[in-house]
């Protein structure tokens, strides 16, 4: 097995974080007394209280559920820079140099709190981390798959200035994902693809939805990218494809198991990805809710896969270098 110290070393880059998912027990309770945001009655009451939820969820909906009451704390342009800059101070401890992160404008705007107000909070966390640390980042806005596409598309109207000076660089889908499947977005990625042409494209699919899903994600919403995908494992042809094509899937173990889409790291199809040539990151998705950054997945994945030698785990860093969206210049940084 490799060293912690060498999976440190390694440049690593993250594709699949959610900032709001960054939102550790103890910021979530100093925003809302900060903000005087009363927590529902059923809330856990402390940070040990709210960590022994945070132990299992029962599924992605359960964890939703939490994850969308966190949010409810983050107010003023300051919140959401705070929340992002916690994130970067410790990810530059565990050898992080790329994030392409996401963020969930709809659960705030639906709050009234604008899309100018969290675009520049967390684009300033961003901006200091480049200026700090030299950690380059990207936004990614995603849209909520529970919100009517209809909504969606005025989301998506707002953050026009956004979209068309760069400040965000991709489009994302996330949130509960069987129940709302790719081609309801069609109308969506087609309009926000339509303002920029340099915006990427990505959306979960194949966490709790089909392998179908992927091939609906690629096919309908002409993503470049897909987050989680670990369903693809079961279509032989998607996973040619996604090899052919070089389609990054931004793999997140723990996410995975306390979710439970798994019941164990061990369980992922990370060798028949490997073995099959498709490429995949490794990610920590919402880390404050599943109990690990990424090094701290890096090293799981050491862990479960033991016999992976210092050449896998090059391939592996590497993949993840040349599907990030920065220029050649900066993959050239790491590779
Ligand atoms: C998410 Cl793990 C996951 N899946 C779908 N939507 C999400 N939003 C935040 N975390
Ligand atoms: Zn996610």
């Known amino acids: 097995m490799v060293s912690q110290e060498f999976l440190q070393e390694l440049p690593k880059c993250e594709h699949h974080l959610h900032l709001e998912g960054t939102l550790e027990p103890d910021l979530l309770f100093v925003l809302a007394k900060r903000n005087k945001i009363t927590l529902p009655d059923a809330f856990p009451k402390s940070i040990e209280e709210l960590n022994v939820k945070y132990e299992k969820f029962r599924d992605l909906q359960d ?19 705070d929340l992002a800059w916690a994130y970067f101070v410790k990810v530059h401890k565990q050898g992080l140099v790329h994030a392409e992160v996401f963020y969930d404008p709809q659960s705030h705007t639906s709050r009234d709190i604008s899309i100018e107000t969290v675009t520049k909070g967390f684009q300033r966390a961003c901006d200091k981390a480049q200026a700090e640390f030299g950690i380059t980042s990207k936004l990614i806005m995603c849209l909520l798959r529970h919100i009517e596409p209809e909504e969606c598309l005025k989301t998506i ?19 509960a994902e069987a129940p709302f499947p790719p081609n309801l977005f069609v109308e969506c990625y087609k309009k926000a693809a339509s303002l ?19 091939s609906d994600a690629l096919d309908l919403l ?13 279509d032989d042809e998607l996973l040619d494809r996604l090899a052919r094509d ?33 490429p995949f990151s490794l990610n920590s998705d919402d880390p404050a809710y599943f109990g690990g950054y990424i090094l701290d997945n890096y090293i799981q994945v050491s862990k479960d896969f033991p016999h992976w030698d210092h050449e896998t785990w090059g391939r592996i860093a590497k993949n993840a270098i040349n599907g990030s969206w920065c220029d050649d210049k900066r993959k050239g940084d790491w590779l």
């Open 63 to 81: 964890f939703l559920d939490y994850y969308y009451i966190g949010t409810n704390v983050l107010i003023k342009e300051h919140d959401f820079f």
């Open 157 to 175: 109207e707002e953050a026009t200035p956004f979209i068309k000076d760069g400040t965000i660089s991709a489009l994302g889908l996330d949130s």
């Open 196 to 214: 920029n042409q340099d915006l990427r494209l990505t959306a979960h699919a194949g966490e709790e939805g089909s392998a179908q899903f992927v």
């Open 222 to 234: 002409n993503v470049t990218r897909i987050d989680h995908g670990i369903n693809s494992q079961h």
């Open 246 to 278: 070089q389609i990054l899937l931004t793999v997140c173990p723990f996410s995975n198991v306390k979710l439970q889409v798994v019941k164990s790291v061990s369980e992922l199809p990370l060798q028949k990805f490997l073995d099959k040539n498709v």
